[in-house]
């Protein structure tokens, strides 16, 4: 006999079948909650004894019914209590802003039909790639597609050669999302997608699509037990120590290339920023005027103005500040910056010898995977900027149960901190305009901005995947300050 679970969730239509000897019965299990489902097997039990019209004589078969039944309410009233206590005990994140049980992500029961078979091979970083893979699979489920586990990108400017199986656990993976993805290949039938990134819409899909998108990102992508266990030791390590800030501190050398960002920069190094961007041909904007950028919020901060902004926030200054990001650009001569505000700057790489470190040390993307984990357990997580990492991360933040998540407003901030600097404002004044701006701005339930026509100017879905969150008290919502993209 197959065991009950009544604290796992399958989707309808996606049932567990096991034999159970000689009998043959099946348990389906429909992420129906145990006090129903006690209720279920109790109503039929009574249905069955008055269908009886002599109890004591029963047959062989209704004597196997009885044991059978009385067996199944045992051990559902036993996962019952075990789901009782384990709620009763279990400790809510500090940062978390609503404590509440995640929804089951129901979509509705699948019709399979196999059309063919989808293979992607996916583009960017380690968060581009997880989002566009999410995707993927919810277009597979859809058109009744098998996936193929995914290729990874390997040309990109980080040159990192690890496959899917290097950083996401494949098992997992697979047994999470059953028929959405089998790992063979098939030489017929086959849609191959270039790319995996913004092939679905941020706002159009229908409610049951969103879901299934959150369902694989939240539930179906988990890294590999090695990369799990190194991120947990570092999150052990910090905990130990008390509170922690993971900051993805955007200030490594290929963004600031890209970006054409060269605030606080000397000749040397903006010539050579300027050298590497006109060295790669996939970088279409070449000539950037890195003033006007700033002013328009499209720069990343710098460690110093990162600093000015957390500590007018009231941000503690003794607070152990993890820097989930790559090597910094200058490194300790830019981090001083910072760390005139934040003393107690970390990075994993301080954190862990490298012997613990193996060689994920020389794979970006599977560095990237350690910070994400790091990232998602900090008691505040805040990004200088709003790349892939920055947005993926605040949204599973969110499903995770709001946990603070400070998204900083880089056009107000420049703005305010120029006239801080140049003695246009007292302190007093230039904290409290900084409060009044992120008010709204500390990954709370808010409505994701829609533009349509213009989704790159609206809020992508991985960062407020409102249709898989619990519904909220609209008293409870944080107003938007924001009526432009950050």
Request: charged letters at 30%.
């Amino acid at each position: 006999m197959e065991k009950i679970s009544c604290t796992k969730v399958v989707l309808p239509g996606e049932s567990e079948e096991k034999s159970s000897g000689k009998i043959g019965y099946k348990i389906v299990s429909r992420g129906i909650k145990c006090e129903k489902l006690r209720n279920l097997i109790i109503r039929a039990v009574k249905a069955h004894k008055s269908n009886s019209s002599n109890p004591a004589s029963s047959t062989p078969g209704e004597s196997r019914f009885w044991t059978i039944g009385i067996t199944l309410l045992l051990i559902v009233m036993w996962a019952c209590g075990m789901q009782s206590m384990a709620f009763h005990n279990a400790k809510w994140p500090a940062t978390a802003k609503f404590q509440f049980a995640h929804p089951a992500v129901l979509i509705p029961e699948r019709v399979y039909r196999n059309n063919g078979y989808l293979t992607v091979s996916s583009n960017g970083g380690l968060n581009q790639m997880r989002s566009g893979i999410s995707d993927m699979v919810t277009i597979a489920r859809f058109l009744n597609l098998t996936l193929v586990v995914p290729e990874l990108d390997n040309t990109s400017f980080w040159q990192d050669n690890s496959q899917f199986g290097d950083i996401f656990d494949v098992d997992h993976f697979i047994d999470s999302l059953r028929d959405e993805v089998l790992p063979v290949f098939k030489k017929f039938g086959i849609v191959h997608f270039l790319k995996t990134d913004a092939r679905l819409s941020n706002n159009e899909p229908l409610e049951n699509v969103q879901k299934m998108r959150c369902r694989v990102n939240y539930e179906g992508l988990r890294f590999t037990p090695h990369i799990e266990k190194i991120g947990k030791k570092v999150v052990s390590i910090l905990r130990k120590k008390g509170p922690f800030l993971a900051l993805h501190l955007r200030f490594e050398k290929d963004m600031l290339a890209f970006t054409g960002c060269t605030e606080e920069l000397d000749k040397e190094e903006v010539k050579e920023l300027t050298s590497m961007r006109y060295a790669c041909p996939w970088w279409k904007e070449k000539e950037i005027n890195s003033t006007h950028k700033r002013e328009e919020g499209l720069c990343p901060l710098t460690p110093g103005e990162v600093g000015l902004a957390l500590k007018a926030l009231d941000i503690d200054p003794e607070i152990q500040v993890y820097i989930a990001a790559g090597e910094i650009y200058g490194k300790d001569k830019r981090l001083d910056d910072l760390r005139a505000f934040y003393p107690n700057l970390v990075k994993k790489e301080t954190l862990l010898p490298s012997a613990d470190m193996g060689e994920i040390r020389y794979h970006s993307n599977r560095m990237a995977a350690v910070d994400y984990i790091v990232s998602l357990a900090s008691d505040t997580f805040a990004p200088s900027y709003d790349g892939h990492m920055a947005k993926v991360v605040e949204g599973h933040r969110r499903y995770l149960g709001y946990k603070t998540t400070i998204r900083l407003d880089r056009k107000v901030l420049v703005a305010l901190i120029d006239r801080y600097r140049s003695g246009k404002m007292k302190w007093d004044e230039f904290s409290d305009l900084v409060k009044k701006t992120h008010s709204g701005l500390m990954g709370g339930p808010i409505e994701r901005l829609k533009i349509p026509g213009k989704p790159k100017e609206e809020d992508y879905f991985y960062l407020n995947p409102e249709e898989c969150l619990p519904k909220i008290d609209p008293s409870l919502r944080g107003l938007r300050s924001d009526k432009t993209k950050h």
